[in-house]
């Protein structure tokens, strides 16, 4: 349950489980765990290979000595680093926990414990990267709306495997809140008549305005771009993919609605 207040319906099983896999694939790439109790080594696991040996003789910089044991052990696979001072990291989560607001969405919970693994002294992660949701980064999603969308708008993912709709989401989004989640099943087969691609777009986002009579925007790229978003370990990395894919004029976040909802939604170069 992502809110009490939130409505997930019309999902297309198959597109879900596949935003899903993805989810579950990053999550599952080779990671290095280590383990101290005030800077004092406690165990060092590696996830494909197991225990290890520890990489230092203690922990005095966690930040900068994850960052460092990435950089010497990223040609071996690993695609991430997490030094974990556990007593600390187990107090601060109970305290996230022991204010949670039980009518709360769950995502603000998670996004609140995810926020936890970047408290200096507690956990050290390299590199960063930002609170994921079925492929939805919330916190710039979040941030966009409270800055650019109005009080009620649709956020649609559409992702293209050549002229096929491969996955999709539409977020509905009222006062900053998530109040719905659904696919493109939610649109009958006259509306998707035309969506056939990237270029299309802007028939996806009509027939979506249309569906929850509210302004919608969105990013609309290719299957690849959007695996290799998804797989990408950090915050960085997912930014530059995301810009490299707009240049390149394989992907569009269109927001024009956005900014003249009376004008309908029109493409907007990658470059605006």
């Known amino acids: 349950m992502l809110s009490r207040h939130c ?13 899903s896999n ?14 101290h109790h005030g800077g004092k080594l406690d165990r060092c696991f590696d996830t494909v290979s197991g225990e290890c040996a ?22 071996d696979g690993v695609k991430s680093v997490w030094i974990v001072d556990l007593e600390a990291y187990h107090g601060e989560l109970s305290a996230v926990q022991a204010g949670l607001d039980p009518l709360a969405p ?17 956990c050290a992660v390299a590199p960063r990267s930002e609170f994921l949701h079925h492929g939805l980064p919330w916190v710039s999603l979040e941030r ?8 009620a708008c649709v956020f649609v993912l559409g992702v293209f495997d050549g002229g ?12 900053a809140e998530l109040v719905g989640v659904s696919t493109s099943v939610a649109l009958t087969k006259d509306d998707l008549r035309d ?3 990237i270029e299309s777009h802007p028939f996806l986002l009509s027939a979506v305005a249309q569906r929850y009579q509210h302004p919608a925007f969105g990013w609309f790229c290719g299957r690849e771009d959007f695996e290799a978003w998804m797989l990408a370990s950090g915050s960085e990395e997912k930014a530059r993919l995301f810009q490299e894919s707009l240049v390149a004029g394989r992907s ?9 909802p009376a004008a309908g939604p029109t493409e907007v170069s990658p470059g605006a």
């Open 7 to 19: 409505h997930i319906e019309d999902i297309d099983p198959i597109q879900w489980k596949r935003l």
């Open 22 to 35: 993805l989810s579950i694939a990053q999550e599952a790439s080779r990671r290095l765990i280590v383990t």
């Open 54 to 75: 520890p990489p230092f003789a203690e922990i005095s910089d966690a930040q900068g000595q994850a960052e460092a044991l990435l950089a010497g052990r990223a040609a």
């Open 106 to 122: 769950s995502t603000k919970q998670l996004a609140r414990e995810w926020e936890k693994r970047w408290v200096e002294g507690v």
């Open 144 to 151: 966009f709306v409270a800055k650019m969308a109005p009080e």
């Open 164 to 175: 096929t709709l491969w996955a999709s989401l539409f977020v509905r989004i009222r006062n």
């Open 195 to 197: 969506v056939s691609g």
């Open 252 to 260: 569009v976040f269109d927001f024009a609605a956005l900014l003249a």
